[in-house]
């Protein structure tokens, strides 16, 4: 674990403006040429298309994940690259990354925490062992990270910030979805209270929540999937609006927008409406 001394805040630190109603929600990021930034779940998927954007606009990236080889083949077509392999579910495996990438940067501008996990769950095959397991991933391996994540942010300064990986699953509650959909939301929630914390110190924080985007993870599925957006696609719009300073970055905005309809309808009519659109 971090020590005290690196959580602690600046006793004096002063307060950032704060955004008024209007307006960027986060500090915009001025381009991402020469910025730090550490991706991790940076293999393949999401997180390997977001790495080679990110390379291509010329930042120095720090690549993460369990497998090495395909993160230094990556590396490998940038002369900013730093390898650090790691598991999210291993703390130590994040410290020393961390050490790995504060010994090499100093401080991170920018944290992507993109790992993640899906297994497809209803409750007449409830699984313990499987809903653990997929929590050990994507809620406490995400707490990991930001633990390790957020002593290198504060060492770049205001201006730096963290970026967590949600879904659109975390909105409201779908089926086969039990316990991902769970991680989701709870990522939302966390992600929220994080900003209300960070915010006022002058740190970035953004959420991202994919609709269906092509990857290994949805490569899966056998049902067929709305509005399902290329893994670069879904790479450019997060480094876009984290540039424009949005708080959350979702997407494709035509599935999106419907389900943020969807959350704030009362249950009454959300439940009725799930079964309809889904079928289930
Ligand atoms: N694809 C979608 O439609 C979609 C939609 C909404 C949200 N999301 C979210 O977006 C994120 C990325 O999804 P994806 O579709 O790109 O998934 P993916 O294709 O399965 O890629 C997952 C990435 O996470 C890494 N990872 C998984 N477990 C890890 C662990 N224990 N430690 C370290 N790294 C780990 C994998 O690398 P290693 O195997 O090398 O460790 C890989 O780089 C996930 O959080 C997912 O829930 C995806």
Avoid at 56 to 64: I, P
Avoid at 177 to 202: M, Q, V
Avoid at 244 to 263: D, N, V, W
């Amino acid at each position: 674990m971090s020590t005290a001394v690196e959580r602690a805040a600046p006793a004096a630190a002063p307060r950032a403006t704060l955004p008024g109603l209007f307006g960027p929600l986060n500090p915009p990021f001025a381009g991402y040429q020469g910025r730090r930034v550490w991706v991790i779940g940076a293999s393949y998927g999401i997180g390997a298309a977001i790495a080679r954007e990110l390379i291509s606009r010329g930042a120095k990236v720090a690549l993460s994940a369990r497998k090495r080889d395909l993160l230094d083949e990556l590396a490998a077509t940038s002369t900013h690259a730093l390898v650090a392999p790691l598991d999210v579910t291993d703390h130590a495996s994040l410290q020393k990354a961390a050490e790995q990438i504060g010994q090499h940067w100093g401080g991170v501008d920018l944290v992507l925490i993109v790992a993640g996990t899906h297994t497809e769950m209803r409750a007449q095959d409830f699984n313990l062992a499987a809903a653990r397991k997929l929590l050990e991933v994507n809620l406490h391996g995400v707490l990991n990270c930001v633990d390790v994540a957020m002593p290198l942010m504060r060492r770049a300064g205001p201006g730096a910030g963290i970026a967590i990986v949600s879904s659109v699953a975390g909105y409201v509650g779908l089926p086969r979805s039990l316990i991902y959909g769970a991680s989701k939301a709870a990522l939302i929630n966390f992600t929220e209270s994080l900003y209300g914390d960070l915010r006022p110190e002058g740190y970035g924080v953004y959420l991202v929540s994919p609709g269906f985007v092509d990857t290994p993870l949805t490569q899966k599925n056998e049902f067929k999937m709305p509005a399902l957006l290329p893994a670069a696609e879904a790479a450019r719009i997060t480094l876009d609006e984290i540039a424009a300073g949005c708080f959350e970055s979702h997407y494709p905005k035509r599935f999106t927008l419907g389900l943020k309809l969807l959350r704030i309808l009362p249950h009454r009519f959300q439940l009725w409406a799930v079964r309809k659109i889904t079928g289930q």
